[in-house]
Nanobody, 122 residues
Framework: VQLVESGGGLVQAGGSLRLSCAASGRTMDINVMNWYRQAPGKERNLVASITTSGSTNYPDSVKGRFTISRDNAKNTLYLQMNSLQPEDTAVYYC?????????????????WGKGTLVTVSP
């Protein structure tokens, strides 16, 4: 599975951005898709998660401001980010959890995009 993010950029506080993540390869095996972010000098943290059935999950820091969605027909993941604040500045990464099931059992694989930079100015 290959993941390519786009949509990052510079925005003023209070503004909005929409990130996209195009998936290719064995997309039929993708289970959960996530957006993570990593600010300079900090750990990479989950900001949104969506299952194949459309169930979503967000940490409190972005709940109500960020919305994750996926278009399975286009193999594309989205992150709509509203009311952006300087503390949202980070590199945003697309992540896919792939589950491969064989007669011997199931195995999980993690795939990452290269990231897209989001900078929010005061």
């Amino acid at each position: 599975v290959q993941l390519v993010e786009s949509g990052g950029g510079l925005v003023q506080a209070g503004g909005s951005l929409r990130l996209s993540c195009a998936a290719s390869g064995r997309t039929m095996d993708i289970n959960v898709m996530n957006w993570y972010r990593q600010a300079p000098g900090k750990e990479r943290n989950l900001v949104a998660s969506i299952t194949t059935s459309g169930s979503t999950n967000y940490p409190d820091s972005v709940k109500g401001r960020f919305t994750i969605s996926r278009d399975n027909a286009k193999n594309t993941l989205y992150l709509q980010m509203n009311s952006l604040q300087p503390e949202d500045t980070a590199v945003y990464y697309c992540h896919a959890l792939v589950t491969v099931t064989t007669i011997e059992g199931s195995s999980d694989f993690n795939y990452w995009g290269k990231g897209t930079l989001v900078t929010v100015s005061p």
